[in-house]
């Protein structure tokens, strides 16, 4: 079991910078593939990113790659996903996902946190 809070969002204008977290409780977070995800309103969610168990590989929706970076630090529990040069449709409620296979999703979800991005 993984229990999963992210922190981080809020409202930007376009152009700026975020970083989110996501605190992981359980011992055995090292050991899982982690990732965000996102839901703009009425569309579904989408795969944004995602790590390795090891932090040795990443992966990136097209519509990010570039501008977005994920990371994590094991030894606090912790995976980042720092977001810049963010676009207006780039607004969504971004959500941590633990056990996530290539981009199909896990069974561990945080509560999600909501970026906005304004013109």
């Known amino acids: 079991q993984v229990q999963l809070v992210e922190s981080g969002g809020g409202l930007v204008q376009a152009g700026g910078s975020l970083r989110l977290s996501c605190a992981a409780a359980g011992r055995t977070f090292s050991s899982y593939p982690m990732g965000w995800f996102r839901q703009a309103p009425g569309k579904e969610r989408e795969f944004v990113a995602a790590i390795t168990w090891s932090g040795g590989r990443t992966s990136y929706s097209d519509s990010v790659k570039g501008r977005f970076t994920i990371s994590r630090d094991n030894a606090k529990n912790t995976v980042f996903l720092q977001m810049n040069s963010l676009k207006p449709e780039d607004t969504a409620v971004y959500y941590c996902?633990?056990?996530?296979?290539?981009?199909?999703?896990?069974?561990?979800w945080g509560q999600g946190t909501q970026v906005t991005v304004s013109s």
């Open positions: 996902n633990a056990g996530l296979i290539a981009t199909t999703s896990g069974p561990y």
